[in-house]
């Protein structure tokens, strides 16, 4: 388990029984126990499925519910805001720091079902309370305080034997498909590892039995001795761009130190490893002086087997190629899963470099 966080925690129940956990800054100090939901809630709407793919062998989740969720509402109607009178909210606290609840619209299954491996768990973590607020624009009490949310989650999702892995991602911008707009991300607890996980596996779990290191060890080494595509580095942690960068814009930042998940940091290593990832999308915005459309995810160990393979890294992906350009998923990538950047990594590098980095705070 991590260790005890450093914020507070509280937890309640939302009127159709799903869970919700408050996360408290350090600077909040002891908070009274949260209120109740006091809305009046219909039923969950029935639960996704899981079908396998017998092609490429790969699990498919078919979530039909979800085409009812929220869409874009006016700001006035969001429900990732904190409750206020008579407008009532996923959030029934009126002020919060940093939220955790079950997704109502959850696109992986709450309960087994015939055929399929287990049941999943789908979180919304809310980073703030403030509607207009961002991920790189956060103070970093409140950056620390969303690490240790996502390490003691990860940690007691992982504890699920149902689950083999946990995924933490943030969607940002309408291009990527975002719903809501107040800053948020996701916390996915998956009964299968994922295909891009499980084939990141297979490529480090070769290269361990054919060298005895550590694949992630030794391209971040040969990353650091080019120098090209270095975007920041401290003394813990390290942004790079991936020589064989996929999109436009794709930013590695790993820790320096091999981990496995984001539990297995110190205290330290997680703080700044947080604040570089809300560096690097601070630079992001400042290429394109925008707010840029981007998925950023956290890539930990599976829940059990292989826990000492994959080294623990955050991609960030951008399909922003050019001031009002984007790149879509055409026919070789959508179809046949072969990618064509039309940017030159050392380029995207260079240009996060000489952008602006993120004040402390």
Sequence with gaps: MPPPARAGRRAGLLADGREILYFDDPSSGSLPDPPPDRRDLPPLPP????????LVDE???????RQTRTFLPPTRDCPL???????????PASDYDVAVFENRFPSLPAAELPGAPAAGRCDVICYSSEHDAS????????????????AERSEALRADPGVAYVFCFENRGEQIGVTLHHPHGQIYAYP????RAERMLASASAHLERTGS????????????????????TDTAVAYVPRAARWPYEIHVLPRRHVPDLASLSDAERDELVRLQADVLYRLDGVFDAAVPYIAGWVQAPAREQRDVLHLRLQIVSPQRDVGKLKFLAGSEAAMGAF???VLPEDSARRLREAAGRPRT
């Design 47 to 54: 639960p996704a499925e899981l079908r396998r793919d017998e």
């Design 59 to 65: 699990w498919v989740i078919v979530a039909t519910h």
């Design 81 to 91: 805001c904190p409750s206020h009178g008579d407008s009532l909210t996923e959030v």
């Design 135 to 150: 991920f790189a624009r956060l103070n970093d009490e409140r950056l620390a305080t969303i690490a240790d949310a996502w």
């Design 192 to 195: 299968f590892i994922p295909p």
């Design 214 to 233: 550590c694949l992630a060890c030794d391209l971040l080494a040969q990353e650091l001795a080019d120098g090209r595509r270095i975007v920041a580095a």
């Design 340 to 342: 064509i950047n039309d």
